[in-house]
C-alpha cells in the first residue's frame, strides 16, 4: 500500500506542478484600454458602415523582444533561422491574431467584416480599422513559470486607429492605446517549492513550448495569446462607441477593462 502511495504522491505533484504552470500562462494575463481621440462621424458617414475593413497591425522585426529564458537562447543559438526571420514571424503570428479575432467578434456582432489586404480598397461607406505594435515582448518564460508575481513577463502593447471613410477620403473618428501582459501571479516555485518545481520541470518545459491551451484554443507563442486578449479589447471599446452612434443595439455593448495608467 505504501508503494502506491508514493506513486500517488509523486504524480499528483507533477500533475499541481503541470496546473500551476498553465495557469501562469494564460490564468491571469489579460488587456485594457487607454482612451485617446474620439469624435462622432461627420453627417456624411452617420449610418451604419456598409462594411468594416480590418487591417493588420504594422510592426518591425526590431519591436519584438523573443523568449529570453536561457534554455530558449539555447535553442535559438543553434537555430538555422536568422534571429530577424524568427522576431518576424513571431510578429506576423500576434498581427494575423489580433486581425482575425477583432474580425471575428465583429461579425459576431452583426456587421460585413472584411481582412485587409493589398487589393482591398475600402469603399465610401466603409469603416477601417488599423494601426500598429508598440511593444512586442516574449519576457522571460522560465522566471514567468518558476518565480511570477510579474517576474518575465512578456508584454504587447498597440495603437489602434479607426476611420471612416467618406468621400473617397479616410477621416478620423478613433484612437486608442492598448496594453496586454502575462500577469503577477505566483509562480510554480513559490505555490509548490523549488523541489516540486524541479521534479515537475520537464512538464513546465513542456508546457511553456506549447504556450498555452484555453478555452479550447492553442497558442504558438506568449505574444499569440495576448493578441487574443487585446483584441477581446479592442472590439468591447469599440462596441460601446457603435452603440453610441445607434450602429447596435445598447445590449450588445460590452464591458471593457481601461487602464489604471493616469
Known amino acids: ?14 500533475l499541481m506542478v503541470y496546473f500551476v504552470a ?3 500562462i494564460v490564468g491571469c494575463a489579460g488587456a485594457s484600454v487607454t482612451p485617446g481621440s474620439t469624435t462622432p462621424p ?40 536568422p ?11 500576434a498581427a494575423d491574431t489580433l486581425a482575425s479575432e477583432i474580425a471575428k467578434q465583429l461579425e459576431e456582432l452583426g456587421f460585413t467584416v472584411v481582412r485587409g489586404r493589398s487589393s482591398t480598397q475600402p469603399a465610401n461607406g466603409d469603416l477601417v480599422i488599423d494601426g500598429k505594435f508598440l511593444n512586442l515582448d516574449e519576457g522571460n518564460r522560465l522566471r514567468r513559470l ?14 489602434v486607429n479607426v476611420f471612416t471613410v467618406a468621400g473617397a477620403e479616410r477621416q478620423p473618428l478613433m484612437q486608442f492605446t492598448t496594453h496586454a501582459d502575462s500577469g503577477k ?5 513559490v ?16 508546457t511553456a513550448a506549447n504556450a498555452g491551451l484555453a478555452g479550447g484554443k492553442i497558442y504558438t507563442s506568449q505574444l499569440d495569446y495576448l493578441s487574443d486578449k487585446t483584441a477581446d479589447q479592442v472590439v468591447a471599446y469599440l462596441s460601446q462607441y457603435f452603440a453610441q452612434q ?17
Not at 530577424?84 to 514571424?89: D, L
Open 42 to 81: 461627420p453627417a456624411t458617414a452617420a449610418a451604419r458602415p456598409a462594411r468594416i475593413v480590418v487591417d493588420d497591425f504594422a510592426f518591425s522585426a526590431s519591436q519584438v523582444s523573443e523568449n529570453s529564458a536561457i534554455g530558449a537562447r539555447l535553442m535559438n543559438s543553434l537555430s538555422s533561422t
Open 1 to 14: 500500500m505504501k508503494p502506491i502511495m508514493r506513486i500517488f504522491t509523486s504524480s499528483s505533484r507533477s
Open 191 to 206: 505555490t509548490m517549492g523549488a523541489g516540486a518545481a524541479a521534479q515537475g520541470g520537464a512538464t513546465v518545459g513542456m
Open 22 to 24: 498553465a495557469v501562469a
Open 185 to 189: 501571479m505566483p509562480g510554480a516555485a
Open 246 to 262: 445607434g450602429w447596435i443595439s445598447l445590449s450588445q455593448a460590452q464591458k471593457v477593462k481601461l487602464s489604471d495608467a493616469p
Open 146 to 159: 518558476m518565480i511570477g508575481f510579474g517576474a518575465g513577463a512578456s508584454k504587447l502593447d498597440t495603437q
Open 83 to 93: 534571429a530577424e526571420q524568427r522576431q518576424e514571424n513571431l510578429g506576423n503570428q
